[in-house]
């Protein structure tokens, strides 16, 4: 049946059947590939969007539950403040390598930022730990998190 | 849609100043791909074929290596950028097409990507490709002007005129120079004048796979493209006997369903439902004769294999003589598992297959071997077949395979327009090209220092090489296999043989991040741990003790002990452990810091790396592979095996394939010395030289020795394992009595004056790092306080000091007295 569904602030409509995951509606029928696939089950991260802010494994989300729920995905996170911030710590401490899981990483840091904007090392493996990076990049991301969240950190002394 | 972008931009034959600002305003990577009959037709500058510069300014640099996170993306184009006097940002990036004559890699012999070869490889000939263009633009400037070239400096993709101010854009002198003969010898620039090589410049990849326009294979999109996805016979080298597909093709948004000999694809609109058609076929195969392999099948093999000599890789003096001579020997057996390489970005690739062509959208290390293979499988001829190329999301050796690819276009064969093939992660896992098994036997006679007089190695494994390049099996020996085999050290005498056992057909074995050095590595630096032990020597000492030869190992060896902390004391239950490797070219230690708690489970707590891999392209991108690589051998460490039960992999997806998280994650230290040498490779050592230092870290701690990988807890809980604090190898002097008094020395000025004094002992010297044991010389070489002096290894080996009394002045201060 046809679905609507809120994509980047962008409304669409997508004829599949209900138990589709997310993921593949995104990547294959809206032809939006920044959200990869990794695994199928909830176990990489590699597929982490935002539903109404909160991050979530698309591939694991059927296209049913999304409902009204705003999604974000890597198109446009660069258009929120913490998403923006991550980006620019994940390219100034050079993060990424082959890059593949590296959408969902920055889905699931920017996620992080945005709730808490000086998370300390635990809050950082809470957040993390969900999304696999083959070509080990971890020390980085680390690294590139608490460098974001320092670059946030006057905005929340103000909050 | 990057390649599309290109398109574009070729299209509206944009000017230069708008080409540069995009490519500036993206501050990334504009990925083209382009056919080479299309460069021919174009007015353009094309010394050779890593570099066009277009009427338009437009400087295109080719890449060869394919980009799978190692940075040549951004290496090889300052290879070329350097000398040709461009800045990276005025560079559009283009994938090779392939093209082994053009693009061969000369250690591989063909087009390829792998085994830590770019930079090695590619450092002199990108350099002189840059070159001859840029001294090729300052001809036609200089003739243009009519003035002599050597007034004529280049700068920024610009010629100028010094003496009179004058400037010519690489663009303005593209169709002058195209005229001109390349110059058959171009000078390269002093290392000293670099401006870029050695410093660390931003990745020209980053900024797309940031922001998700990165295109990968799976990433691609083609007008009217459908997505599949498949099932091969789960037991190797098994068929497809029969298919119900009623319920697959009821499924919404199905297609179709292909059959192949060995597997099944269901095609859909989507990959969704794709999946759900395929998990409602009803499939009966015909497991045939792997039906009841396990993995103790294979060991048993091997195991029984490597009871009978192989065939010699390397002899070294009379081995079994000086093992039979030895005053202890020691015996050891290593086994390293089969591994999947479970890379980030799960197989796929793109396929459409016409009536007179063959298009094949895929990430892949072996461009020409994807073009070979879809040409054997459609019967086109080689120039019907267009491979594009794409970013990889991790290869790890993997993609240096074409199983895939094959599989592909006999799907694709079978389906009207183009259709991309995308394996689930379980079908990744359970039909790799697997890491082979390997059964290494090791042994050691040690002199009455502990040092050894004889090393055995004998590796049973298949051979890699044999399938997939069978002129390079030569006389039996796989090269790979035996690689590192015994270490950076010199023995007196060595005998290494090789035994190939090749696992049952279907089961197919392959390269895997380290190769031959990651295999080797482990068994001989697990084992140099063990003679150390049973010499009651430090391990670093050990180590530095054999490593006369090898000033460079040496180095790194002392680097990274000293960074680590070598020595200073850990609480109860953590160790360090070292290990140093030669390979690639470049020179590497790592210690390891672990915690092992009392139910056995290990926690790398901290990893300091020490480098030498000679001058440095991009150190921050060798700094990232040492990290990389590190995390990835912990997962192999900790995690990493393949199970086979009744002929089928039992591990499915990351939950039963587990990979180290960010909570697992040490931290990494990596000091990369500053090197005039050559350059190595940095792919694969950080990798190769982990699982050592992890093992050896163990034993400190808990005084297990493990020989296997994965480790196994079971082996380290706390009641089955010595006190940690009970075996902490400082030498006991007083048990060596019968090694006092007797030296022979020779230093400037002691010429050959046999000495009686008590004091040191050799050990002790090896352990503070004073000494070290030339083999070719059977004698130790001492330096202290600035004084070299060798002592000759007589009978029996040998004490040393350095003043008639009692060492006071030895640097350490622990000597002093004995």
New interface residues.
Partial sequence: MAYQIKVNSKDHQVDVDGDTPLLWVLRDVLEMTGTKFGCGMGLCGACTVHLNGTPTRSCVTPIAAVGASVVTTIEAIGETDPGAKIQKAWLDLEVVQCGYCQSGQIMSAAALLAGNPSPSDGDIDRAMSGNICRCGTYVRIRGAIKQAAQSSAPTARRG | MLANQLTNTQEKDLSRRAFVAKAAAT?GLLLGFRIPALAEQANEFSPNAFIRIGRDGRVTIIVQQV?????TYTSMPMLIAEELEVHLNQVLIEHAPPNDKLYGNPALGFQATGGSTSVRVFWEPLRRAGATARCMLVSAAAQTWNVDESSCHAEDAVVTHTPTGRKLTYGELADKAATLAPPANVSLKDPKDFRLIGKAV??L????????????G??V?IPGMK?ATVAACPVFGGKLAHVDDTRARA???VRAIVRLDDAVAVIA?????A??GLAGLQITWDPGQNEHLSTEDLVRQLDSASQKPGVTALREGDAAKAMAGAAKTIEAVYQLPLLAH?????INCTVHVQANSCDVWVGTQVLTRAQAAAARVTGLPLERVTVHNH??????GRRLEVDSIIQAVQIAKQVDGPVKV?W??EEDIQHDVYRPYYFDRLAAGLNEAGLPVAWTHRIAGPSILARFAPSAFKNGIDSDAIDGAVGPYSFPSVLVDYVRQEPPPGLTTGWWRGVGMTHNGFMVEGFIDELAAAANIDPVHYRRALLGNAPRARSVLDLAASKAGWGEPLPAGNGRGISVIFGFGTFLAQVAEVAVDKNGHVRVQRVVCAADCGRIVNP??VV??V??????GITAVLYGVITIENGRVKQR???TYR???????P??EVHLVDSKEAPGGMGETGTAALAPAVVNAIFAASGKRLRMLPIDIAQLKASDRREPNSRIRKPKFERAPKYRHLCNIQMPGISDTRKRYGGCYISSFLRDGLATYKQDENAFEVQTLGRRGVLLARRRPVCWNHTPKPCSGCPSGRLAGR
């Fill in positions: 501050g980009e799978m996170g190692q940075g931003r990745r990849d980053a900024p797309n796979k940031v922001n998700g326009t990165a295109e990968f799976i990433d999109k997505i499924v919404k948004g609109d989507h990959m969704g439902a999946k759900k479970a890379a980030m970005e799960p970013l990889i999301g991790g290869g790890f995308v689930t992660r921050d991108t990232a592979q990290q990389g690589g590190i995390i990835f997806n990351f939950d990979m180290l998280r960010m909570n697992e994650a931290a990494i």
